[in-house]
């Protein structure tokens, strides 16, 4: 089982940048994907990103593409999610995940992201 933590989530004024981290333990990660979820209030949580923990491939989704990064550093089995250019409607509760193709099966607690207008 994998432990994920989250951390780096705040406020920040529109066109800003943060950074959030995924700190993971627990069993070893070379066939996982790490993904980025967001869940804004009231709404259903949505994929953002993933990267793959052994060769770093990565995907975005269309709403972030161009603005946010995903990047790993295995030597402090991190996972990190660089936000640039942020919007009020990036506003959400950020999650990351780890599974095996794709199939999230450990989840965060979730950090909070409010971008002011």
């Known amino acids: 089982q994998v432990q994920l933590v989250e951390s780096g989530g705040g406020l920040v004024q529109a066109g800003g940048s943060l950074r959030l981290s995924c700190a993971a333990s627990?069993?070893?990660?070379?066939?996982?994907?790490i993904g980025w979820f967001r869940q804004a209030p009231g709404k259903e949580r949505h994929f953002i990103a993933h990267?793959?923990?052994?060769?770093?491939?990565?995907y975005y989704a269309d709403s972030v593409k161009g603005r946010f990064t995903i990047s790993r550093d295995n030597t402090k089995n991190t996972v990190y999610l660089q936000m640039n250019s942020l919007k009020p409607e990036d506003t959400a509760v950020y999650y990351c995940?780890?599974?095996?193709?794709?199939?999230?099966?450990?989840w965060g607690q979730g950090t909070q992201v409010t971008v002011s207008s």
């Open positions: 627990g069993r070893t990660f070379s066939n996982y994907y």
């Open positions: 990267i793959t923990w052994s060769g770093g491939n990565q």
């Open positions: 995940a780890a599974g095996v193709d794709r199939i999230y099966t450990s």
